[in-house]
């Protein structure tokens, strides 16, 4: 909400948003709003990530639907190209600019001068640790260094939207690391992020939302837990630490949302259910009647990882 | 001012960029084609008639050999082919490299990253062709008659000083209207096979009738430069009757804009889909 009480535009309103290539299809009637803060999107190659990303940045435009990205249309929109950041997963450069030169001629183009555009490309450089190699060619460059040039290019303008596909691809650990600190920073400081990546358990350390696209649909959209809400069909994996394993995994498997149940040791069981909020409800009475004693219970799986890994098999069936 | 700025930005990098491309080696080699050819003319004229009988003669002769430069090798295949081959990579280089999502990202309008690319062609087309223009002059009448035949000829008794500037201006609107050509033809076709077709057509030019002959760029280029050299002879024939310089410059204005126009057009509604997208 604005201090006035009225509702805030999303960076990103995508209404009934579709792209098809010839007869291959990109995205299809995607509606989706993006907030301020940091938003992964997940799925599968093909899935329709850089078409919605492309879409997003004024790249390409919808077949058919509404998009509006800060307010604006973003298709040939040259102004609003001022706010909007793009890191793209392909590794194409200049090849014979250096990596400061290549940063600095893009800088350029946004008409402030040659001194702004240095001075922001060098601080651009700093933030994504390319200080030392910011003379050297570009051809040179290892592809975890072009990808912090990327970065580096993306961010050097400060813009209220950056878009990323696959930021981490040819990163090393640390580097991967240090790149999840820098887009956390970015969108706690109120801008709006949208990373793309396979690497999932990254996402999950710099966001609890997401955005699950698979075959140019998005299958579901919200914090982790809501999209679990959204897959209510997905069964859950239960972790439980208790007393009597093999007593309590007897009663559970009588009741009609249990689907299995798995020993690991001598104090704890992995339950399947697929109804995980009834199975709560009737697991504590049920260990109070019993008189076990309980000490853990915890979803088993609620990760990005295991959603994706439920979508991919999904897909295959 | 700012987009005076970006404008000058883009020009800028599309310089640096053509420069570094493998058509730059090609066009490299078309600029000194003239200039080599000029220097074996040189050679051969001076082993041919060490003391000229006539100096006069001779300045008329080698103006006459400079004219046969200036009309077939640069004006119908030098200045054609730099202009082509660069009008197309300008339209083509970022899409075939995949690097056009760096431009049009930028906050530029679109015309303007167009004009400020085709700025930029011309910026170094002129500069290259323009160089070997006026180094194969130097060297044709430079090599025959020295320092003081050169000077004489451009500013005592030759007077050549306003004509090589007038056949330089020529040369600029041919690599415009060409140049424009060629970003054209990059925004309808993958590859240069419009160009042969071009090139063969203007080729023909002393072979058709009067009135297809006004149908082919080369003859408002040819009608432009200054004859007072070759006023009766079978190159005139050949080339047909002059058209009127304004007719010329209109018919050149004519395809120039209509080029750049369907370029912009093009270039206005272009998407940024590389292959691997649309596999």
């Known amino acids: 909400m604005t201090d006035n009480g009225a509702p805030t535009l999303p960076t990103v309103r995508m209404n009934g948003v579709s792209r098809w290539y010839g007869e291959v299809l990109g995205i299809n009637k995607i509606s989706v709003d993006i907030q301020p803060g940091i938003t992964g999107l997940v799925g599968p190659n093909g899935s329709g990530k850089s078409t919605l990303m492309n879409l997003i940045c004024g790249l390409i435009r919808p077949g058919q639907g509404h998009l509006l990205v800060l307010g604006q249309d973003p298709w040939n929109n040259p102004a609003l190209h001022r706010q909007i950041g793009y890191c793209p997963q392909g590794d194409r450069f200049y090849e014979n600019f250096s990596g400061l030169q290549f940063v600095r001629a893009m800088l350029e183009m946004h008409g402030h001068g040659v001194d702004w555009a240095a001075r922001a490309a060098a601080e651009a450089l700093a933030r994504v640790g390319m200080v030392e190699a910011a003379n050297r060619r570009l051809r040179g460059y290892s592809k975890g260094m072009r990808q912090r040039i990327k970065i580096a290019l993306a961010l050097a303008h400060q813009p209220a939207l950056l878009v990323l596909d696959e930021p981490f691809d040819g990163l090393d650990p640390i580097g991967r690391r240090e790149m999840i600190q820098l887009f956390?920073?970015?969108?706690?400081?109120?801008?709006?992020?949208?990373?793309?990546?396979?690497?999932?358990?990254?996402?999950?350390?710099?966001?609890?939302?997401?955005?699950?696209?698979?075959?140019?649909?998005?299958?579901?959209?919200?914090?982790?837990?809501?999209?679990?809400?959204?897959?209510?069909?997905?069964?859950?994996?239960?972790?439980?630490?208790?007393?009597?394993?093999?007593?309590?995994?007897?009663?559970?498997?009588?009741?009609?949302?249990?689907?299995?149940?798995?020993?690991?040791?001598?104090?704890?069981?992995?339950?399947?259910?697929?109804?995980?909020?009834?199975?709560?409800?009737?697991?504590n009475q049920m260990v109070v009647d019993e008189g076990i004693d309980l000490d853990l219970v915890t979803l088993a799986d609620e990760n990005v990882s295991s959603i994706f890994k439920y979508l991919a098999g999904k897909e295959h069936h | 001012m700012i987009l005076a700025r970006q404008m000058f930005s883009l020009t800028r990098l599309s310089i640096r960029r053509l420069a570094g491309t493998r058509f730059m080696i090609a066009n490299l080699l078309l600029a000194a084609l003239p200039v080599v050819l000029t220097l074996v003319i040189v050679v051969a004229l001076r082993i041919q008639q060490p003391d000229p009988p006539s100096i006069e003669m001779a300045r008329v002769e080698a103006a006459h050999y400079f004219q046969f430069i200036l009309r077939t090798l640069y004006l119908h295949f030098v200045v054609f082919f730099i202009a082509i081959i660069s009008g197309f990579a300008i339209s083509r280089q970022d899409l075939e490299e995949r690097t056009l999502h760096f431009i049009l990202l930028q906050p530029i309008p679109r015309w303007a990253m167009v004009a400020a690319r085709f700025v930029g062609y011309l910026g170094l087309s002129i500069a290259l062709v323009l160089t070997?223009?006026?180094?194969?002059?130097?060297?044709?009448?430079?090599?025959?008659?020295?320092?003081?035949?050169?000077?004489?000829?451009?500013?005592?008794?030759?007077?050549?000083?306003?004509?090589?500037?007038l056949e330089s201006l020529v040369l600029v609107m041919a690599l415009i209207a060409y140049g424009a050509i060629g970003m054209a033809g990059g925004s309808a076709f993958k590859t240069l096979v419009f160009a042969p077709l071009l090139w063969v057509w203007d080729g023909l030019l002393p072979?058709?009738?009067?009135?297809?002959?006004?149908?082919?760029?080369?003859?408002?280029?040819?009608?432009?430069?200054?004859?007072?050299?070759?006023?009766?002879?079978?190159?005139?024939?050949?080339?047909?009757?002059?058209?009127?310089?304004?007719?010329?410059?209109?018919?050149?204005?004519?395809?120039?804009?209509?080029?750049?126009?369907?370029?912009?057009?093009?270039?206005?509604?272009?998407?940024?889909?590389?292959?691997?997208?649309a596999a």
């Not at chain 1, 956390?184 to 109120?190: F, L, T």
């Not at chain 1, 959204?230 to 394993?245: A, I, K, N, T, Y």
């Not at chain 1, 149940?261 to 259910?273: C, P, S």
Request: with cysteine; net charge negative; aromatic share 8%.
């Open chain 2, 207 to 277: 072979f058709l009738p009067q009135a297809l002959k006004e149908l082919s760029l080369t003859h408002y280029f040819q009608s432009l430069l200054p004859e007072r050299l070759i006023e009766q002879g079978r190159l005139l024939e050949l080339l047909g009757e002059p058209a009127a310089t304004t007719q010329s410059l209109f018919a050149i204005a004519l395809v120039s804009v209509t080029a750049i126009i369907l370029a912009l057009a093009v270039f206005q509604t272009r998407e940024c889909i590389y292959n691997e997208d």
């Open chain 2, 132 to 165: 070997s223009l006026w180094l194969s002059y130097l060297i044709l009448i430079g090599g025959r008659f020295g320092l003081g035949g050169l000077i004489q000829d451009l500013f005592g008794t030759g007077g050549r000083l306003g004509g090589l500037l």
């Open chain 1, 184 to 283: 956390a920073e970015y969108g706690q400081e109120g801008r709006t992020v949208l990373v793309a990546s396979h690497i999932l358990h990254e996402i999950e350390q710099m966001t609890e939302r997401i955005l699950v696209m698979s075959n140019g649909y998005v299958l579901a959209e919200g914090g982790i837990r809501e999209v679990r809400d959204q897959m209510r069909r997905h069964p859950f994996r239960v972790l439980l630490r208790c007393d009597q394993p093999r007593r309590l995994a007897a009663l559970l498997l009588a009741e009609p949302d249990v689907l299995g149940a798995e020993i690991e040791d001598e104090r704890t069981m992995t339950l399947v259910t697929n109804d995980p909020d009834s199975f709560y409800l009737r697991l």
